[in-house]
Nanobody, 127 residues
């Protein structure tokens, strides 16, 4: 089992930036594809970005393309989400998630495909 702890959330004005971090512990980090999800009040949790075990294959939801960047540092057992040009509609609790993958080049984008989750970090973007 892998444990995940997010950090880096906060309050920022529209147009600003934040970098979220997710530190993993417990099992070999490089065995896991990683994802960032978010959930706004009254809405379902949605995928934001996902990255394969080797960091090469990446996916973003359309609304964050060109503004958000997911990356991972396998030496530090950490996955990041750099968020630029933030908008009020990005306000949500952001979660990182892990999924064991046999293939180094694959990832998942469905919430129910990820068995391991962090506790979440709040991101609030003011207009």
């Amino acid at each position: 089992q892998v444990s995940l702890v997010e950090s880096g959330g906060g309050l920022v004005q529209a147009g600003g930036s934040l970098r979220l971090s997710c530190a993993a512990s417990g099992r070999t980090f490089t065995n896991y594809a990683m994802g960032w999800f978010r959930q706004a009040p009254g809405k379902e949790r949605e995928i934001v970005a996902a990255v394969s075990r080797n960091g090469i294959m990446i996916s973003y939801r359309d609304s964050v393309k060109g503004r958000f960047t997911i990356s991972r540092d396998n030496a530090k057992n950490t996955v990041y989400l750099q968020m630029n040009s933030l908008k009020p509609e990005d306000t949500a609790v952001y979660y990182c998630a892990a999924r064991s993958e046999d293939n180094r080049y694959t990832y998942a984008t469905g919430e129910y495909e990820y068995p391991y989750w962090g506790q979440g970090t709040q991101v609030t973007v003011s207009s």
